[in-house]
């Protein structure tokens, strides 16, 4: 891996956020690093309040969408919550399901189907609106760039609210409301928010409207946590207050289906780290191997003893998920080595039988062994398809538009993206997509890169400064646990691999007078770098082990030199 420590902060903000919180100088820094500079942003940060969220109604066309909804609600209107079939889409579709049908029993739900329809709005789905006379459909994660499915549902007097977080295009559809913090004429102060935080933003509208206050909807928070954990949006400003919230729904008072989820969860505090581990691919798995119908029933139901029950087919989907990409991982693997493709800068692979839902996970869990830009290709109909995902730094979307003379359709961002393409193009396809990225990447790119925040020493590692270091949480993008730095360990003479096949290491670390336990999934091959006395640096973050009752401090190893 390589190791980057981060620039340090200006030393002026440092010194002065030191002595306006009374805080150590390596707490001060985190908190510059992380923009925080002075006392005001420190209060905010620390003590999220529901009063920091924004007014809703700052989101352009936020006035309209309200108004439209408000219009169906008196008119007695058939409305239908239209949303995408991952974790986003069916946490909005059930936030706003849930919202609205306490309000009105005309509410009815619309998932995709991966497979046949694909990801978006489907002229599918607006004919299912028209046989069923809805002539409202409130999109939610999806719909920004469906100019020609908006104009069709309109055809038939079908209206379009549309709550999206992805960047429009150089056209808006013609609906009767846009809601996207992206639009560049939408003058909402935070950009970041996940789809279903739209759709949070969107029933706090609708309550102000009613007289109702921030406090009446802290029961959805739950959702809009699950959302911005599993899409990994920054959890910064607006997004770390809703967090932080949902997080605290989660564990004291969750809806009976994420309950049902969380119900052999043996933790007594989960973490949005959590979420994405344990929650979010459960749900995730019923658009991958049955329905994302699945997931919004499970998260809408009320009765405790029916969410269970479809907690139990979630879980078996989630099962199958596993097996599968399991699978295929190694297959795709095998692959690799039998066409002896170790050393290229890029994997292709391709099998007729690999599942559809599931090849995106593959894609990633191949970028742990051969750290390169990945395709993962199946079989879909007369054409293959495949999920790209790319290493830190390297935009995998600019280079799939390189090789377009040999791709029917793609779409996507700079780190994932998937395409089509007809199958007598693969063979130029792969050959076209090794030889662009072998032309423009950096090759230091091709292995891992791990942040460090800053050195410090053992002896800096106190309850005290962890305590602080715990209120830094919720984590995750652009606030990630912090990850620091020290030189000059030594093994006490205790080091060991433990675990299955040895995997992982364990150790007693000292520095001078000072020691502490650390423990480095995945880092058994590091064992001899630590053996003989021999000094060696360690990166890692600070983590509390509890064992028998008992509760220490420890360092999660990161990696070793």
């Known amino acids: 891996m390589r190791w980057t420590i981060k620039p340090k902060p200006d030393s002026k903000t440092v010194d002065e956020l030191q002595e306006a919180l009374q805080v150590d100088q390596i707490t001060a820094t985190l908190l510059a690093q992380r923009g925080i500079t002075n006392y005001d942003d ?15 109604f700052l989101m352009r066309d936020m006035d309209l969408a309200v108004a439209r909804i408000e219009k169906a609600l008196l008119n007695k209107e058939n409305i239908l919550i239209y949303g995408d079939y991952d974790v986003d889409g069916t946490t909005s579709v059930a936030l706003m399901a849930t919202y609205l049908k306490s309000k009105s029993d005309r509410i009815a739900t619309y998932i995709p189907d991966r497979y046949e329809e694909g990801y978006g709005i489907s002229f599918q789905g607006i004919d299912f609106a028209e046989d069923n006379e809805f002539t409202l459909i409130i999109a939610l994660d999806c719909g920004i760039k469906a100019i020609d499915k908006v104009n069709y549902a309109s055809e038939k007097g079908i209206d379009f609210i549309i709550c999206d977080h992805h960047r429009p295009g150089h056209e808006l559809p013609n609906a009767v409301a846009v809601l996207d913090p992206k639009r560049d004429d939408c003058d909402y102060p935070y950009k970041e928010l996940c789809g279903c935080g739209v759709g949070f933003k969107l029933i706090q509208a609708l309550a102000i409207n009613d007289g109702l206050d921030i406090e009446d909807l802290i029961d959805y928070l739950d959702l809009v946590a699950t959302a911005i954990g599993a899409d990994i949006v920054p959890i910064t400003g607006e997004n770390r207050v809703l967090a932080y919230f949902g997080l605290q729904v989660i564990n004291q008072n969750p809806r009976p289906g994420i309950k049902a989820l969380i119900a052999e969860v043996k933790k007594e505090q989960l973490t949005i780290t959590d979420v994405v581990f344990i929650i979010a691919p459960r749900i995730n798995a019923a658009g991958r191997m049955k329905h994302g119908n699945h997931a919004v029933t499970l998260l809408t139901e009320t009765d405790v003893n029916l969410a269970a029950e479809y907690a139990i087919d979630i879980n078996k989907f989630n099962l199958d998920r596993r097996e599968a990409d399991q699978q295929i991982t190694e297959e795709a693997l095998a692959q690799i080595e039998s066409n002896k493709e170790e050393d290229r800068v890029t994997t292709v692979v391709y099998h007729e039988s690999w599942h559809k839902g599931v090849i995106g996970i593959v894609a990633s869990r191949l970028t742990e062994t051969y750290y390169r830009p990945t395709l993962v290709f199946t079989k879909s109909g007369d054409k293959l398809a495949a999920s790209a995902r790319s ?17 029917e359709q793609f779409g996507g961002h700079k780190y994932a993206a998937g395409l089509t393409l007809k199958e007598e193009n693969y063979e130029a396809f792969k050959q076209a997509f090794e030889d662009e990225v072998s032309n423009t990447i950096d090759r230091s790119l091709l292995t891992p890169e791990i942040k460090i925040d800053t050195q410090i020493s053992l002896s800096e590692i106190t309850p005290r400064f962890y305590r602080i270091i715990k209120q830094f949480s919720p984590f995750g993008p652009g606030n990630m646990t912090p990850i620091f730095m020290t030189e000059n360990l030594r093994d006490t003479g205790y080091g060991k691999c433990v675990g299955e096949d040895n995997k992982h290491l364990r150790l007693t670390v000292r520095q001078d007078q000072y ?3 650390g423990i480095g999934f995945n880092l058994g091959d590091k064992l001899n770098l630590i053996q003989n006395n021999v000094p060696f640096s360690a990166v890692y973050s600070i983590d509390e082990n509890h064992w028998n009752g008992n509760v220490s401090l420890q360092l999660k190893l990161r990696d070793i030199k």
């Open 391 to 407: 290493v830190k730094g390297f935009d995998v979307y600019n280079a799939l538009e390189a090789c377009s003379e040999h791709i």
């Open 515 to 517: 020691s502490m336990v």
């Open 42 to 56: 420190a209060k905010t940060f620390f003590r999220p309040s529901l009063k920091d969220l924004n007014n809703p």
